[in-house]
Every structure is written in C-alpha cells, then in structure tokens.
C-alpha cells in the first residue's frame, strides 16, 4: 500500500500512484524493515528535479521494479526540502563516500536508519559504467541475505565515522581585514575574467559571494570587488539563465557563459538575485540592475505568490511539449526561427533572432534556442519595438503548457522573498511590492508560528506541515522580519523577528563553543546531529543566524544577541581564506560586523525623504528604524524628539541631521 496520498507535500504526491509501496519517512517505517528483516530503501528528491522525474518515470512507475522493492525492501521517499536535515545527515554520508552527491538521491539503511550503500541517479539499464537500479537492488538483496555480518561492520563505521567528523570552527573571535582580504584573493583567483562567476561549467549564481563584493566594496572602496559584482550580473542577466521574457532565474547554467540554463526557478535563487541586483543599483545607478530586480520581483509576484499570499517553492524545469506531447526540460521556454516567424513576422522575427540570439543550429536542443542578450548583437531597433516584440512572445509563450509548479511553501525562502520584496519596494516605491512582503509575513506569523513563536518548516494551501523548522527556517523568516520592520516602520515585525532568535538561543546555539546545529535540541534524533556553516544555493543557517543576530542586537542593544553572532562568526575566520565561494553570506555578515553595523533612527515620515535616504545607504548590514517624534515602536527612535536622523555605531551617535544629503554621506560607507 502506498502511503504517500495524505501528504502535504507535491514531490511526495508525485509518487503517490507509483506502484512502489512508499512510506513517508517516520518511525513505523523503520519498525516495519525489522518486523520483516529487510533494510530500507531512503529515496530522497524534490519536486523541480529533473533527474527525480526521470529516475521515477524509469524505475518507480515500472511495475515489475516495483514488485521487486515491495518484496525486499521498506521503501521510504522523502522531501529533501520539506526535511533538509534528513537530505544533509544522508548527503553527508553519501558524499563521504562515493566523493559526490546529487538528487536523486538513493541510500540503503538498516532498520536501525544506519547507511551502508548509497548513490544518486541509477539507469534502468546500464550505461556509461554504471550499473542499473535493478542491479544495485539486487546486489543489496543479496548481502543483506548472504553477509549480513559485513552490512552492519559498514553500516556501523559509517555511523562512527560521521560522528568523530568535528568542524574547525576558527577562531572565538571576528574575522578582520586580513581574512576578509585574504577572500577577495582567492575570489579573484577563481573569477572568471572574460564570462563572469566563479570557476568554470556549471555554473551557478553567486549571489551570496556579489552581497559580500558590493558590501566590501562599500567598506573599503575596492574598485575589483565592484567590478566582479557588477560584470557577474550583467553576464547573469544577459544570459539564458535569466528569463528574457518574463523575469526570473533559473537554478543554474550548464556552460560557462550563462548559455543553457537548467530551466528550473526556485523560489531562493530569485529572491538572492532580486535583493542582489537591487543592491547593486544602490551601488552604481546601473539601469540594468534596476530593471532586473523589478522584473525578478515582479516574477515572483505573478507566478509564485499563493492564493495563501506565501510563495511557491519553485517551478519545473519539465513542460509538455506542444508537438510531441511529452515532458521534455525547457520546452516552455526555448524557440526556433520559424516559432518566431509564427508570432511576430518575418521582419520582426530577424530582429528578435539577432537581439536574443537564436539561430538556425540553435543553442539548445532539436535546434531550439534559449533566449539571451548578447553583447554584440548588433540589433539596432527603437525601445518601443522591442518591447512590442518581448510582449507579443511572451503572450503567445503563455499559451504553451507550462511548468508545473511546486505550491508547498518553504518558511526559509519566504523569509528570503519577504526581505527581497519589502528593499525593492522601497528602493523603487513599489508599494505593492511592499504590500505583497507584508503579506507573505502575515501568513508566517499566522499560520507558520505556534503560540510559543515556534516555526512550522512548509505549509501548502493553507494547511501547516508535520516538520519543524530547522535554523534557516528561524534565522532567515527572522531576517525577512528585520527587513519589514524597517521598511514599514512596524515595531511589531522587530518583536517577532526577537521572538524567533530566542529559540535560535535557547534551541541552536552550542553553549560551549558558540557553533551552531541545523536542528533543534529537542528535534527528531538521526544518526547525526546536522551542522554545516557553508554557504550553498541558499545562506546556511549558521551564517543566517549570525546576520539576523547582528541585526536584531544594532536594533536593540541586545548583548547576548551581540556576542552569539560574533561567536558563530569565528567560522569564517577559518574559512574565509580557504573557501570564500563556499561563505559568501559569512563574508557579507562579517563585513556588516566590521562596519558595526550602523544603527539609524529616522524621526519623520514613513517613506519619507529622510527614511529613503537611509534605506538607500550602502554601509553594509545597517538598520533602520523609523517613527514619529516620541514613538516607542523602536528601541532606537527612544527619546529622540527632534525631527531628524541619527546614525550610530554600538550605540555611540553622530549629531543628528534634517540633510538628506548629509545623511546620504554618513551612509556611503
């Protein structure tokens, strides 16, 4: 019996007709592997991947694969995103041994949840040197049968070895110039000059890495941090990894050159850019940066946003292919010559293949092109009929089959989006943008915290998940919430963004040596208790809770608050030199440490001159805090009755000012 069909999650749901006999990971199913004496088969994916629906296509909807499972195997599937602690105890193990990872991802266990064969994606036949799903089962059947002896030896070492696995945690104090300088370095080693990024193919958006560019560069005035930070997002933007038509990013290019994107669009990678892009406009005026974090908000807005108000984990990469009527990645976004010459005519179609690149060979697949802008185009058409053309494929590209979507609602990515939304909204008075951030903090508050200030990880339609929240889940809701407080001047966000680093206190934080756990100390026990401070597709929730605590304690004075984020700091000092791609966000919240951060108390207007100003200013991490003279929605506006601004650091202020061009300079950085 599949037990999948009551699930709140859509990567779950997807396998709920599979003739495969899945359970959601929980306890019975383990004491179910040892009533039968079989060990467990933990399939770990989401619902965006591609490969996920590949292998599940091949294997777990083949009738006779799954009769072979059932018979042998406890079979449990899980949501990587909806239980990112049981994807990082199990990836570890996985990467430990086979030297990579990916998702699919497919681990056998002993009943007692303890790992001894691993992998990712497995053929239905072999090919290229790897064996078939069927026979990676099949051997697993066999030593579990025949050396059973040998599957625990392993099983245990595996399980003893994670636990002796201990982080170097730095240093019990702040990363300082050396360290942060000794990052740019390797950055620069590692940059790629002529395309932009880091590193070589794939490539993936830097966005946490260009936060720490444009907020060193706002420290120290380093023109290279700038121009990495910049060049990157141009080469992003012009690329297929950026919609061209609708806004949004995909989750990464395949080449160098930002050519052929994995067309998935999570919910994360767009609101890192959003805000990335936005803050690089603060920094330069650059046009481009400004209408990429528009149409990137806007994107979010139209095709994420839930009936809810929350926001949609992702979009598929796979859509219905309008000819031959099977899901094929990128079908809802790639064109052909002649698909432009059906839309918009023969003489707009040349310029639309000149302006975005698309060819008779193509650049993609069945010569099929991905949108991009590029430099040397050559296209020399009036703005008014380019954007005619960008209209007219976009309307006739909405009646394509589209994307599936992913409408569970992660707590982490909404605080990203609500933080992402509120700056953008008021770097560009988009109210609505604010009113939309204001809404999906709403539904966090509402439906995501219990009455103990305690966070629910996923929800969809309405309805709250089993999973508790994890410290991404605190660290950046509570960072979405700092952000709202001070762009609306809303004393209340500050309280619950307060509420929810104290279960990042009282919950996560290592008392001894200041090192942060991804799980909470009366969450579900594995085999491990997960713990990693390296910045990936998302800021880990070590490094989220350091700038959040910073942040909370500028706002506040809160010294505990204060002291936990300098602690957990210590890890960049030990990484920042030797991996400074992998702590992008440790860089950005150390260089807001350096600066102080700045605390800014506006006696005025909400969305007044003065309070723009101050959201505008680029010293890194500052906060603002907003109000009438006499208000008491803000520790810092207490006692200023003078209508102006102040700009302080630990609390030590500068005199005020009524000038927001003096005030502009006090926030240049």
Not at 75 to 83: L, M
Not at 224 to 232: E, I, N, S
Not at 328 to 355: F, H, K, M, N, S
């Amino acid at each position: 019996m599949n037990r999948l069909a009551g699930v709140t999650s859509p990567y779950l749901l997807q396998h709920a007709d599979n003739p495969v006999d899945w359970w959601p990971w929980m306890p019975e199913a383990f004491e179910e592997a040892r009533r039968r004496d079989v060990p467990v088969l933990l399939s770990v994916g989401y619902s965006a991947c591609h490969w996920c629906h590949v292998m599940a296509h091949e294997s777990f909807e083949d009738d006779d694969t799954a009769a072979f499972l059932n018979a042998n195997f406890v079979n449990v599937k899980v949501d990587r995103e909806e239980r990112p602690d049981i994807d990082a105890v199990y990836m570890e193990a996985v990467q430990a041994a086979t030297g990579q990872g990916g998702w699919p991802m497919t681990v056998f266990l002993t009943p007692d949840a303890e790992p001894f064969y691993f992998g990712t994606y497995f053929p239905p036949e072999p090919r290229h040197g790897m064996p078939s799903f069927q026979q990676v089962a099949d051997g697993v059947r066999r030593a579990w049968a025949d050396r059973r002896d040998e599957v625990d030896e392993v099983a245990g070492k595996i399980v003893r070895d994670l636990s002796e696995r201990q982080l170097a945690f730095g240093a019990d104090e702040l990363p300082g110039e050396d360290e942060l300088a000794q990052a740019l370095l390797g950055l620069t080693r590692d940059y790629d000059a002529t395309q932009g990024g880091f590193g070589g193919a794939p490539k993936f958006p830097p966005s946490m890495v260009i936060e720490f560019l444009l907020r060193h560069y706002a420290r120290t005035g380093s023109e290279g941090a700038l121009q990495m930070a910049a060049d990157t997002c141009e080469r992003m933007a012009r690329g297929g990894i950026y919609d061209q038509l609708g806004g949004g990013f995909a989750r990464y290019s395949v080449d160098r050159e930002w050519v052929v994107p994995h067309f998935e669009k999570m919910l994360y990678d767009n609101a890192l850019l959003c805000r990335v892009y936005a803050h690089l406009w603060r920094a330069t005026g650059s046009d481009l940066a400004r209408r990429v974090a528009l149409e990137t908000a806007d994107f979010m807005v139209r095709e994420l946003r839930t009936n809810e108000g929350g926001f949609a984990s992702a979009l598929d990469a796979d859509s219905e292919d309008a000819v031959s009527g099977k899901h094929v990645e990128g079908a809802y976004y790639v064109w052909t010559p002649e698909q432009l010459r059906e839309v918009l005519g023969d003489d707009d179609a040349e310029i639309a293949a000149a302006c975005f690149g698309v060819t008779e060979e193509g650049t993609f697949e069945e010569g099929a092109s991905v949108l991009r802008l590029p430099v040397d185009s050559g296209v020399v058409a009036d703005a008014a009929r380019l954007d005619s053309i960008r209209e007219r494929l976009l309307a006739a590209r909405s009646r394509r089959p589209a994307p599936g979507r992913d409408d569970k609602v992660v707590a982490a990515w909404n605080g990203l989006a609500v933080a992402a939304l509120a700056e953008v909204g008021a770097y560009f008075e988009r109210p609505d943008l604010v009113a939309a951030a204001v809404g999906a903090g709403d539904l966090l508050v509402r439906l995501h915290m219990d009455d103990r200030a305690r966070l629910s990880r996923t929800s969809k339609d309405g309805v709250v998940g089993a999973n508790a929240g994890v410290l991404e889940d605190y660290a950046d809701v509570a960072e979405g919430f700092l952000a709202l407080a001070s762009v609306t001047g809303e004393g209340v966000w500050l309280e619950f963004a307060g509420f929810l680093l104290d279960h990042v206190l009282g919950q996560f934080v290592d008392a001894e040596s200041g090192s942060l756990y991804d799980t909470a100390a009366d969450a579900e026990q594995l085999i491990r208790r997960p713990q990693d401070p390296t910045d990936n597709a998302v800021p880990s929730g070590w490094t989220a809770a350091a700038g959040a605590l910073l942040s909370y304690a500028a706002h506040t004075g809160a010294e505990p608050h204060r002291l936990a984020a300098e602690r957990a700091l210590g890890v960049v000092k030990g990484l920042a030199p030797r991996a400074p791609r992998f702590i992008g966000n440790g860089l950005a919240v150390a260089e807001a440490a350096l600066d102080g951060p700045r605390e800014v108390a506006v006696v005025g207007e909400v969305g007044g001159e003065l309070h723009r100003t101050a959201l505008l200013g680029s010293a890194p991490g500052a906060v603002v805090a907003v109000g009438p003279a006499g208000s008491d929605e803000f520790p810092l506006l207490a006692g200023r009755e003078l209508a102006a601004a102040y700009v302080c650091r630990r609390f030590v202020c500068d005199a005020p000012t009524a000038d927001a061009g003096e005030l502009a300079a006090k926030l240049s950085g």
